[in-house]
């Protein structure tokens, strides 16, 4: 009979994956994985490259693990920084620089063109998200699209709840 591990602490499973326990592993991996793919989709807007971030984000986990820290953040709290960062990285990597002059008019989206019906709201709050700060973007798919409270997300941003709303407000 398989184990039931809904009812086990994250730090649990991490301490028995350290040890070795695939099980353990398997569960923590069937909790985060979807969470970590979705964060990093709409940080990117690229499922392949969605499922690379998730990928690294939990084989950097996998290596954390030996040394993990029950006292300390929280498993997903440490998850979502890690991909975060890695998004931040793949986004740098990837975005060109443009010139000055040019940049005002890139910040504006033009949705009138796609109003007769042909609309497509994803690829326009990607958009959107794309040309916000990253710690905006972070907030905003956290609280709305993830959604964890802005309490939660603070912890996660490692900022005040009072900061967490103010990046929500903006």
């Not at 998850?79 to 000055?100: F, H, S, T, W």
């Not at 949705?111 to 794309?130: C, N």
């Amino acid at each position: 009979m398989a184990e039931d591990l809904s009812e086990i602490t994250d730090d649990e499973l991490v301490r028995r994956a350290a040890r070795g326990e695939q099980v353990a592993w398997g569960g923590l991996v069937d909790r985060h994985l979807s969470s970590v793919v979705s964060f990093a989709w709409y940080r990117l807007g690229d499922r392949v490259e969605a499922e690379d971030i998730a990928q690294e984000t939990l084989l950097r986990f996998s290596k954390k693990a030996l040394t993990w820290e029950p006292d300390g953040a929280k498993v997903r709290t440490w998850l979502y920084r890690v991909a975060g960062n890695l998004c931040i990285d793949r986004q740098r990597a990837r975005k060109p620089e443009m010139p000055i002059e040019d940049a005002e008019e890139t910040s504006i989206i033009d949705i009138q063109p796609h109003l007769d019906g042909k609309l497509d709201a994803r690829r326009v709050v990607h958009k959107a998200l794309a040309g916000l700060p990253d710690r905006q973007q972070v907030v905003l798919i956290l609280v709305y699209y993830q959604g964890y409270t802005v309490k939660e997300a603070a912890v996660m941003l490692d900022v005040s709840e009072h900061a967490a709303e103010s990046l929500l407000a903006r």
